[in-house]
């Protein structure tokens, strides 16, 4: 696919090198934000993403009692780029953009507060569950409970350098179609865990424990490719809005076995065409 792609842009290039059949007649600047979300059979198990080796206190970043299934939320980024519009004739077109966009995702999860309690007994041991809330019933104030659910946030961000290489159709003067590759360079990437962990809770105060772990090492792909398709709207000579669909075919991951976590993507855009001032 990749190869497929860097034919299809050298053979663009030549043809806008040399001119042939060819106008160059826009060219500019591109602003705008984009919703992303993973997809795929494995985009709701966390487990996959990070676990407790990755905690330097070695925690269960889950939870001690449930799975590791959470559902992603979505995350919304900036788009960034410029853009050459060269045109075949009065109704086909090539557009041809290099953008940088940020694509993250999220994932949320309130847990009952007996999966998140631990309750050290006299021997140091961890215990959890409705054991756990036995212990602290007898063993308290009958005040002290547990009554906070515990909370799991996890922010994944990856900045791209990305190039799509759009063939286009003129509906009317102003509405226009388009789709093709795209390729997508990985520049950045940072991993956040928020973890709140259930405890003892009374009138007075509030121990529950909060942390927060940033800069987790989570590998990721260093190449993307997708397919972009949508619509686009001449609003004057000089601006334009677009919609756009821009599913990711690549693993987000480089993990063992390549979990099926891929990046599906939204986009709206605003083009400011120079050519026409």
């Not at 099926?260 to 400011?272: G, R, T, V, W």
């Amino acid at each position: 696919m990749i190869i497929r792609f860097l034919k299809i842009a050298l053979l663009v290039g030549v043809l806008a090198g040399s001119g042939f059949c060819l106008d160059m007649n826009q060219y500019g600047v591109i602003l705008g934000g984009d919703f992303a979300r993973f997809y795929g059979s494995d985009a709701r198990n966390m487990g996959l993403i990070v676990d407790s080796a990755s905690f330097g206190d070695g925690r269960n970043p889950f939870g001690y009692t449930t799975d590791s299934t959470a559902s992603p939320s979505g995350s919304i980024g900036p788009v960034a780029g410029f853009f050459v519009r060269l045109d075949w004739n009065d109704y086909f077109f090539t557009r041809i953009e290099a953008t940088y966009l940020w694509k993250g995702d999220e994932y949320q999860k309130t847990l009952p507060a007996m999966q998140t309690y631990c309750y050290h007994n006299e021997f140091g041991e961890c215990l959890t569950g409705q054991e756990a809330i036995d212990l602290i019933r007898a063993n308290q104030d009958p005040g002290d409970t547990v009554v906070a659910d515990g909370y799991r946030r996890w922010v994944l961000s990856r900045s791209y350098i990305e190039i799509p290489i759009l063939m286009g159709y003129n509906i009317t003067r102003e509405l226009s179609v388009f789709a093709g590759p795209h390729l997508s360079v990985l520049i950045g990437k940072s991993f956040q865990a928020h973890i709140t962990e259930s405890a003892i809770k009374n009138a007075t105060q509030d121990l529950t424990d909060k942390q927060s772990y940033l800069g987790i090492d989570v590998p990721m792909k260093r190449i993307d490719y997708g397919f972009t398709g949508g619509i686009g709207y001449q609003v004057t000579e000089q601006f334009e809005m677009s919609f756009r669909w821009a599913p990711g075919f690549a693993p987000v991951l480089d993990r063992p076995n390549t979990p099926d976590i891929k990046s599906n993507c939204f986009q709206l855009l605003a083009s400011l065409n120079f050519s026409e001032f």
